[in-house]
């Protein structure tokens, strides 16, 4: 799951390595820089990843968890590439 600061939540499915394997060697959550590709009605990305090199502490722990339940409670999870182009039209 990517969380972004305008509290929206997008399921990303990766094509190769999955999320683990990518940021192996980092505690999550973890700060990255990406691009979201919509494809075959599921959302990815461009296969650059850049990770931020940032620890979070235990209050924007606690918020993130907060975003992501009460995103995930409204059925608002940007989960599917129709989902994903229309977030970008708002």
């Given at each position: 799951?990517?969380?972004?600061?305008?509290?929206?939540?997008?399921?990303?499915?990766?094509?190769?390595?999955?999320?683990?394997?990518?940021?192996?060697?980092?505690?999550?959550?973890?700060?990255?820089?990406?691009?979201?590709?919509?494809?075959?009605?599921?959302?990815?990305y461009?296969?650059?990843?850049?990770?931020?090199?940032?620890?979070?502490?235990?209050?924007?722990?606690?918020?993130?968890?907060?975003?992501?339940?009460?995103?995930?409670?409204?059925?608002?999870?940007?989960?599917?590439?129709?989902?994903l182009?229309?977030?970008?039209?708002?």
């Amino acid at each position: 799951m990517l969380i972004l600061d305008n509290d929206r939540v997008y399921c990303v499915s990766p094509f190769v390595s999955n999320w683990q394997e990518m940021v192996r060697d980092q505690q999550l959550p973890v700060m990255i820089e990406t691009t979201l590709l919509p494809f075959k009605n599921q959302t990815t990305y461009d296969g650059l990843l850049r990770k931020m090199p940032m620890m979070f502490g235990p209050g924007v722990r606690s918020n993130l968890k907060e975003v992501y339940s009460t995103v995930r409670k409204a059925g608002a999870i940007i989960d599917t590439a129709d989902k994903l182009i229309e977030s970008e039209k708002k």
